[in-house]
């Protein structure tokens, strides 16, 4: 069945630090990959999208690129800043036999001023 | 993007009681339904699909008795947890879909004492 795999945390950095978070996919057609955002006690937030091959989503210094020959949609930010500490979830969503959304576990990322 | 809005955000109740966690898609219409349970520090776990007019869909393992879901109008589920006990403290989250993204609500931190 489809299913998210992204790496396990928690993932330190220092402010200003390179970030990447990897994340793999395995799905049947064609899903739509998203990174959500949790910070403590609240919610899922959309971070970025990606509807089909090769596009990029990004937003606020975070991008990943939906790469169909690797199934993987890792996130990167060039400049991590202490206010990015929070949960970051990948996700596909498919909507054949019913709309669903499958998540990643989860990588917690801590970042130190 | 779409708005979700999950209520009440926290709620504390002893044990025995029912609570009830109310979802709502404030800019459209919703026939479908997510609700979710997050542990700490894990992913989220579907319970159930919420369908408008029908019955819920319930995964395996979930207690329909003990998790009542009802989806009476296009823009509303709620979530009932009944007799509650302290194992039933979580983090809910419900979503929502009108096309191919899932949005979600704040959530609800359930703390039974």
């Known amino acids: 069945g489809d299913s998210v795999t992204q790496m396990e945390g928690p993932v330190t950095l220092s402010e200003e630090a390179f970030l990447t978070i990897n994340c793999t996919y395995t799905?049947?057609?064609?899903?739509?990959l998203f990174w959500y955002v949790q910070y403590p006690g609240e919610g899922l937030q959309l971070l970025l999208k990606a509807t089909k091959a090769d596009d990029k989503g990004s937003n606020k210094g975070f991008e990943a690129t939906y790469r169909k020959e690797t199934t993987s949609f890792h996130l990167e930010k060039g400049s991590v800043q202490v206010s990015d500490s929070a949960v970051y979830f990948c996700a596909l969503t498919r909507n054949t036999g019913g709309f669903k959304t499958i998540f990643g576990a989860g990588t917690r990322l801590f970042v130190k001023a | 993007g779409a708005v979700v809005s999950q209520h009440p955000s926290r709620v504390i109740c002893k044990s025995g009681t029912s609570v009830k966690i109310e979802c709502r898609s404030l800019d459209f219409q919703a026939t479908t339904m997510f609700w979710y349970r997050q542990f700490p520090k894990q992913s989220l776990m579907l319970m159930a699909t919420?369908?408008?007019?029908?019955?819920?869909?319930?995964e395996q393992g979930v207690e329909k008795d003990k998790f009542l879901i009802n989806h009476a109008s296009l823009t509303l589920s709620t979530l009932t947890v009944t007799s509650a006990h302290p194992e039933d403290s979580s983090f809910y989250i419900c979503?929502?879909?009108?096309?191919?993204?899932?949005?979600f609500g704040q959530g609800t931190r359930l703390t039974v004492v």
């Open positions: 799905a049947t057609g064609y899903p739509s």
């Open positions: 979503s929502a879909a009108p096309a191919t993204e899932a949005f």
């Open positions: 919420s369908n408008e007019g029908s019955k819920a869909t319930y």
